[in-house]
């Protein structure tokens, strides 16, 4: 049986729901990641960045767009202990700019995948994936890269079903 670690990003606090701004006390993506880890087991770890993004919204959204167009790489306050000993990795963040937050490049660029599977998993309001599979393709040499599952942000907290399904197919 495959040892499973769930790593992701998520954002607590001001959120963009259906069209507007709302202060959410769980994270869509960490949300999803808990439905994961009840249907599939694992080990769940959040990634925190060592300098938080703002609490407003519209300023955080600002700081990621710089962070992309930068190629930067956020400190981060820990790593995954032990990551070789996972056979499947699921990989959550929402979805900013097209892609994933960079401190997800951060974490991913630090370990070797050759020989991994590596499932993603997105929250968004509207754009899907994006580009991020194509850019984990990149990050994670040497890994098979599954299909990725979707989740409308505003629609998490019902997800729990789908979710368990798609991930129980997936591993």
């Known amino acids: 049986m495959a040892k499973i670690l769930i790593v ?16 959410i006390t769980k994270g869509n993506t960490e949300r999803v990641a808990e439905y994961i880890q009840k249907a599939v087991g694992g ?3 959040e990634v925190e960045t060592l300098r938080p993004y703002s609490e407003s ?11 992309l167009r930068a190629g930067a790489r956020p ?9 070789e000993e996972y056979d499947t990795v699921f ?14 490049f951060t974490l991913l660029e630090k370990y070797d995948f050759t020989g991994k599977t590596v499932i993603p998993f997105c929250t968004n309001e509207g754009s899907g994936l994006g580009s991020s599979e194509k850019d984990l393709k990149k990050l994670c040499k040497g890994a ?3 299909p990725g599952l979707s989740v409308h942000g505003a ?4 997800a729990g079903s789908k979710t368990a399904v798609w991930a129980r197919n997936s591993v």
């Open 155 to 158: 629609e998490s907290e019902s």
């Open 43 to 45: 080990d769940l770890f």
């Open 57 to 67: 919204y519209m300023t955080c959204i600002d700081e990621a767009k710089q962070e």
């Open 144 to 146: 098979l890269l599954k």
């Open 75 to 83: 400190e981060l306050k820990a790593y995954p202990e032990n990551f």
């Open 91 to 104: 990989v959550g963040y929402p979805n900013w700019w097209g892609t994933m937050p960079m401190c997800m």
């Open 8 to 23: 992701y990003y998520s954002r607590k606090g001001e959120n963009y729901v259906n069209g507007s701004i709302t202060t």
